[in-house]
T-cell receptor, first 115, second 114 residues
Framework: AQSVTQLGSHVSVSEGALVLLRCNYS??????LFWYVQYPNQGLQLLLK??????LVKGINGFEAEFKKSETSFHLTKPSAHMSDAAEYFC?????????????FGKGTLLTVNP | GAGVSQSPSNKVTEKGKDVELRCDPI?????LYWYRQSLGQGLEFLIY????????KSGLPSDRFSAERTGGSVSTLTIQRTQQEDSAVYLC????????????FGPGTRLTVL
């Protein structure tokens, strides 16, 4: 079974600073990897996904992530944080069972952006 | 177009009661997932429906949990004899088909068992 580890349950940055949210995965097969964002009292929204095409994936709101097979990592970055980026971020790997592409999530990282 | 909708948004119940949670997927989406989000366990897969195929129930935590999907559209998650540890946010997601398509999530139902 796949698993996902997000290092740091809480990350705090200043507005305009680099955002780096870490994600490591374990998988016995080439993985499909995702980053989702959850704003308070809302559902999950897809930021970006890796499905074995380009290793540098660009998503919405200026976020991007790089798949590094040698490090089994899929870290999420944004060059300059904005106040509206404050939310909880989840890394996920698709754990395929037949036609079921269920997602296995990390524990999440709460991002705080300070003015 | 409309996204995934779930009802109720909040449900408070007493221990031992049964509850039903509803999910309306995006029209045309044949794959439907239920997940549970709780403080202790994070986000966990519960059950998966794809078209008219038998559902994958491998994530259901006990036989008190069941789900059905009528007409390939609306789904209902039922929890019988609720326990306090069932308190969580129950999220529904749908996608266009099986395969690695984006799962669109609903806002969730927050269940509190007193």
């Amino acid at each position: 079974a796949q698993s996902v580890t997000q290092l740091g349950s809480h990350v705090s940055v200043s507005e305009g600073a680099l955002v780096l949210l870490r994600c490591n995965y374990s998988s016995s097969v080439p993985p499909y990897l995702f980053w989702y964002v959850q704003y308070p009292n809302q559902g999950l929204q897809l930021l970006l996904k890796y499905t074995s095409a380009a290793t540098l994936v660009k998503g919405i709101n200026g976020f991007e992530a790089e798949f590094k097979k040698s490090e089994t990592s899929f870290h999420l970055t944004k060059p300059s944080a904005h106040m509206s980026d404050a939310a909880e971020y989840f890394c996920a790997v698709s754990d395929q069972r037949g036609s079921n592409y269920k997602l296995t999530f990390g524990k999440g990282t709460l991002l705080t952006v300070n003015p | 177009g409309a996204g995934v909708s779930q009802s109720p948004s909040n449900k408070v119940t007493e221990k031992g009661k049964d509850v039903e949670l509803r999910c309306d997927p995006i029209s045309g989406h044949t794959a439907l997932y239920w997940y549970r989000q709780s403080l202790g366990q994070g986000l966990e897969f519960l059950i998966y429906f794809q078209g008219n195929s038998a559902p994958d129930k491998s994530g259901l935590p006990s036989d008190r949990f069941s789900a059905e999907r009528t007409g390939g559209s609306v789904s209902t998650l039922t929890i019988q004899r609720t326990q306090q540890e069932d308190s969580a946010v129950y999220l529904c997601a749908s996608s266009l088909s099986s395969g690695i398509n984006e799962q669109f999530f609903g806002p969730g139902t927050r269940l509190t068992v007193l």
